[in-house]
């Protein structure tokens, strides 16, 4: 979605993919899609056979890696799991390192996801380099590393790993059945079969009969996988300072919003749960470079409409708060993970994982 989303907006490009939207422009749209497809398809088609045939070769580091990954494009929580996991480690005595990509990070600098979770879990050391090999031996020798946690590693295959833990969003859970970018499926979903663990995230938001087929779905492409299901839930607010504030302050008063996220319509959901007077939601592409400019026209669009206070994601807080130059309140909605099912076999899946050295 990276590249389609500069031109479509993720809600409009989410209506378009699902069929929701049925227009002209629609139906055109979803068929140049389906013909974009079968390049990205024949790519992730030969790059896992690579693997898979051993003609690609996986390397493995000296200390347990745990990756946390999903099969569709953005919006499955993974960084906050990220954080509950390190967290776990640390209680137990592990010293954890955490290794990504770091998508559209500037030049020398760590992404918004970086700075998120260094605000989470300030002196764990995160490694952000495309060789996810090299960042983990890097984590090791010079940070001495106990265990890897490998952000967004489903798909990434060369670095050897000694668990997956593949997050599904049951809101949205399998990228409307087709791949990248006719949908959001990163690779098909007879891939899921690679996976420890499966996680259902947002299981909060759908009915207990959906819930139970979407397990029947699961169970049928990852067959002994372990079964896991988590909820996120808002904890409080915090400016870019680092003041946190009781959500409550909030209450029945007028906000704005924006988020710059691959599913915006997850944060939508959230904060019209809330008891707030949800004014509008501004929408950027995932991982948007926020600008001054952009500080200046949501400052004046949110004093428009009279908000009381503009909302946004601890990961756009990261970026844009350092801009905002108003009066008027700018808070980051601080989540944590809930893990609802499956953590007593999860961590002991997890504990054993601790105990290999391949």
């Known amino acids: 979605m990276r590249q389609v989303t500069v031109l479509l907006n993720p809600s409009t490009f989410r209506a378009i993919v699902s069929g929701r939207r049925r227009d002209l422009r629609a139906c055109i749209a979803r068929a140049f899609l389906n013909l974009l497809s079968f390049p990205y398809r024949g790519i992730v088609f030969l790059r896992n056979r690579l693997f898979d045939r051993g003609w690609r070769a996986i390397h493995h580091v000296d200390v347990p890696v745990i990756s946390i990954g999903n099969v569709t494009l953005g919006g499955t929580g993974k960084t906050p799991t990220v954080a509950w996991l390190v967290q776990w480690l640390s209680a137990r005595g592990i010293k954890a390192a955490i290794v990504s990509r770091g998508y ?10 970086a700075l998120e979770l260094a605000e989470k879990l300030p002196g764990v050391p995160h490694i952000q380099n495309p060789d996810r090999l090299k960042a983990a031996q890097t984590a090791i020798a010079e940070h001495r590393a106990e265990a890897i946690v490998l952000d967004d590693g489903f798909q990434h295959r060369r670095l050897g790993r000694n668990f997956d833990l593949v997050l599904i969003d049951a809101t949205e859970p399998f990228g409307f059945e087709k791949l990248f970018p006719r949908g959001t499926l990163r690779e098909p979903l007879t891939n899921l079969h690679r996976a420890d663990a499966v996680a259902l995230t947002r299981i909060d938001s ?6 139970k087929a979407l397990w029947q779905r699961i169970e049928s492409l990852a067959p002994g996988a372990c079964q896991i299901e988590i909820a996120y839930s808002p904890v409080h607010l915090m400016d870019h300072n680092g003041n946190t504030t009781p959500l409550s302050v909030l209450d029945d008063a007028r906000v704005a ?33 926020y600008t001054a400019h952009d500080a200046r026209w949501l400052k004046e669009h949110c004093e428009t409409m009279e908000a009381a206070a503009v909302l946004c ?5 990261v970026k844009i708060g350092p801009l905002w130059k108003s009066t008027l309140p700018l808070y980051g909605v601080i989540i944590e993970t809930e893990i609802t099912l499956g953590s007593e076999r999860l ?4 504990q054993q994982c601790l105990q290999q050295r391949i």
């Open 206 to 211: 759908i009915a207990t009969e959906d819930r």
């Open 257 to 289: 919003a924006f988020c710059g996220l691959g599913n915006p319509q997850n944060f939508s959901r959230m904060l019209s749960q809330k008891n707030w007077d949800l004014l509008s939601l501004r929408e950027y592409p995932d991982h948007h470079h």
């Open 104 to 113: 559209k990070g500037d030049s020398g600098k760590q992404n918004d996801e």
């Open 313 to 317: 994601t601890h990961k756009d807080l």
């Open 347 to 350: 961590e002991a899946l997890l």
